[in-house]
């Protein structure tokens, strides 16, 4: 979801944030767990740490629930012990998808994800068989409002960004994994405040879907992989016209 594609994706979803509090604290708190348990409990020791808090404070998490979640990984407190899974799959059109899990039960979420694909016309591949299309790296989207990209190639470029893609009511900068939480804490520092700010998978192509059917049942396909318990986070390469999205959404 790379592209005006994914601008248009991530104030679509906006409106239903709130509704999902309590699955994003959740998400967010395995994510805390597991950055713990590898890293330990210092955040300034912890790069993975410090990027996950970014995120629950991005998200007004409560204070006591990243704590309570950050003592589980450390073995403070008692929890359950989670893995970090990815699928790749194929949706409508051709569509290739990246799925993040984070599970304490690996047959739940692969008997999960596999249903939700093959319900709504898509089918799981083989590990690897997708990473071609996509970079995983770091992903900042700004309102074009909210800086120039004077602002951006002095702020993020000299904290470690690769590159700025300019649309026309949006940037998109990425940067590398290593690089995320330098520029997230320039962009801080500047003043700047991504709309969204992640660790993705962005496709090196996308795939054009100009049929309202189909623009359907890809959103169809990605809000039900979404709403699997196990899920961390959905990443796809589709290219949906603003206007055909808001039609199909």
Same mark, same amino acid.
């Not at 805390?32 to 300034?44: K, N, P, Q, V, Y």
């Not at 890809?218 to 990443?235: A, G, K, S, T």
């Given at each position: ?9 991530? &104030? ?17 708190? &395995? ?13 300034? #020791?912890?790069?993975?740490? @410090? ?7 991005? !998200? ?20 359950? *012990? ?6 790749? +799959? ?7 998808? #990246?799925?993040? =899990? ?10 999960? *994800? ?11 591949? +083989? ?9 995983? #790296? ?18 993020? =470029? ?72 196990? *899920? ?14 808001? @039609? !199909?959404?």
């Amino acid at each position: 979801m790379a592209g005006h594609s994914k601008w248009a994706t991530t &104030k679509r979803h906006k409106a239903a944030v709130d509704a999902k509090r309590g699955k994003i604290f959740s998400r967010i708190s &395995k994510e805390l767990t597991i950055a713990a348990r590898e890293g330990g409990g210092d955040a300034s #020791m912890n790069p993975r740490l @410090r990027t996950v808090l970014l995120k629950a404070r991005g !998200a007004n998490m409560p204070a006591d629930n990243i704590e309570r979640a950050i003592k589980k990984g450390t073995g403070e407190l008692p929890g359950a *012990v989670y893995e970090e899974l990815l699928y790749e +799959g194929y949706g409508p059109g051709g569509v290739g998808i #990246m799925v993040e =899990v984070t599970t304490d039960n690996k047959n739940r979420s692969a008997s999960d *994800v596999r249903s939700v694909f093959t319900k709504n016309h898509g089918n799981l591949a +083989g590990p690897g068989a997708l990473a071609f299309q996509f970079q995983h #790296m770091g992903q900042f989207l700004i309102d074009g409002q909210k800086a120039t990209e004077e602002d951006l190639m002095e702020t993020a =470029v000299e904290a470690g960004a690769q590159d700025i893609k300019v649309a026309e009511d949006h940037f998109e900068v990425l940067c590398p994994i290593q690089a995320f939480y330098s520029v997230s804490q320039a962009l801080e520092q500047k003043g700047i405040e991504p709309d969204s700010s992640e660790i993705a998978y962005i496709p090196n192509t996308l795939v054009p879907i100009t049929d309202p059917d189909v623009a359907r049942q890809v959103l169809r396909l990605i809000d039900q992989l979404e709403d699997c318990e196990d *899920v961390q986070n959905v990443f796809a390469n589709y290219d949906i016209d603003q206007a055909l999205l808001e @039609r !199909a959404g």
